[in-house]
């Protein structure tokens, strides 16, 4: 099993920046991904980004160039950089973990992000 705990979430204005953390424990060696998912209201969830052991990355389209995702292996955390924020951002954000290229069997409680004015 891997926990997930995820941090940063919050408030801010359009056009802002935000970073999310997730720091993992637990059965780390059988991480070979971790990802970013988000759910907005009445919307079905959909991946934001990934990151693979290897130092690989993925991005949905909607957030190419404005999110970065990064992992600090000595700290077993990933972060998403998120830039030039927009409305259409507002969501709970997942952090996800495991052994596929999309991380996705663990998943932490979410944390709340709010673009608005």
């Known amino acids: 099993q891997v926990q997930l705990v995820e941090s940063g979430g919050g408030l801010v204005q359009p056009g802002g920046s935000l970073r999310l953390s997730c720091a993992a424990s637990g059965s780390i060696f059988s991480i070979n991904a971790m990802g970013w998912y988000r759910q907005a209201p009445g919307k079905e969830r959909e991946v934001v980004a990934a990151?693979?052991?290897?130092?690989?990355?993925n991005y949905a389209d909607s957030v190419k160039g404005r999110f970065t995702i990064s992992s600090d292996n000595a700290k077993n955390t990933a972060y998403l950089q998120m830039n030039s924020l927009k409305p259409e951002d507002t969501a709970v954000y997942y952090c996800t973990a495991g052994p596929g290229n999309w991380g996705a069997t663990y998943w932490g409680q979410g944390t709340q992000v709010t673009v608005s004015s």
């Open positions: 990151i693979r052991s290897g130092g690989s990355t």
